[in-house]
């Protein structure tokens, strides 16, 4: 059976508009935060200099996605994501240890730098996708 080509468009009706699908949720971050479960499957835009944003407990499922808005926001600190006090970080490189940050250097960072984390529900959170240089504190 062949596909028409209303089939094959579904979901746009004009150039420019989107009217079904997968949309992101974002969030835009300019304090220190902590990270609620319900911003599981968002993309928090970092939009300030030197935050910490802190992960809730680890659960099965949990997503999270962390961009920075601009360059040059820090020439400190940087963007820290801190874990739970009994979570870790595993992968990137990272030695695997409970309440221990990744950390983008403010004198390095870049527009567009990006972690994501996954929750496991029992040691912490998979580092499954990176950009930019990130180290653990």
Do not use: C, H
């Not at 659960?59 to 820290?80: D, E, I, N, P, Q």
């Not at 403010?106 to 240089?133: F, K, N």
Request: aromatic share 10%; glycine share 14%.
């Amino acid at each position: 059976m062949s596909l028409r080509n209303a089939q094959l468009t579904r979901g746009i009706k004009t150039a420019g508009q989107f009217y079904g699908g997968f949309r992101n949720k974002t969030k835009v971050i300019s304090a220190t935060y902590t990270v609620k479960a319900s911003d599981s499957g968002y993309l928090l835009i970092v939009s300030a200099a030197d935050l910490v944003l802190t992960l809730p407990a680890t659960a099965k499922g949990y997503l999270f996605r962390f961009v920075l808005a601009a360059a040059g926001l820090s020439a400190g600190t940087g963007l820290s994501i801190s874990p739970a006090t009994v979570d870790k970080f595993i992968g990137n490189g990272f030695t695997p240890l409970d309440n221990k940050d990744a950390i983008l250097a403010g004198s390095g960072d870049r527009a567009g730098d990006y972690l994501q984390v996954e929750g496991d529900g029992v040691d912490g959170y998979y580092i499954t996708g990176v950009i930019g240089t990130w180290t653990r504190e």
